[in-house]
């Protein structure tokens, strides 16, 4: 399984990025879908993860401007990004998992400038 994420990118503060994640192995509809920050010489976290029948969860930095979404039609995942602060600066990295099988993809930058 290979993730391919996208769309990362620079932008002011207060603009929006769409981050994709295309998921090239079998049964993405049966993977919980996440999505993972790491600031500059921080740890990576968890940004938000959206389940197979599409319950989602939000870090409380995030709420309000991050929608995570799924399209199990073309194996992707979503991350909307708007009023972005520069603290949301960093890579961002798509996850999924399904039982024991973890994967992650390659990471996507993103920069806000102040």
């Known amino acids: 399984v290979q993730l391919q994420a996208s769309g990362g990118g620079l932008v002011q503060d207060g603009g929006s990025l769409r981050l994709s994640c295309v998921h090239s192995g079998d049964f993405f509809n049966r993977n919980i879908m996440a999505w993972y920050h790491q600031a500059p010489g921080k740890q990576r976290e968890l940004v938000a993860s959206i389940e197979v029948l599409g319950r989602t969860d939000y870090v409380d930095s995030v709420k309000g401007r991050f929608t995570i979404s799924r399209d199990n039609a073309k194996n992707t995942v979503y991350l909307q990004m708007n009023s972005l602060k520069p603290e949301d600066t960093g890579v961002y990295y798509c996850?999924?998992?399904?039982?024991?099988?973890?994967?992650w993809g390659q990471g996507t930058q993103v920069t806000v400038s102040s």
């Open positions: 996850n999924s998992v399904l039982r024991r099988f973890n994967y």
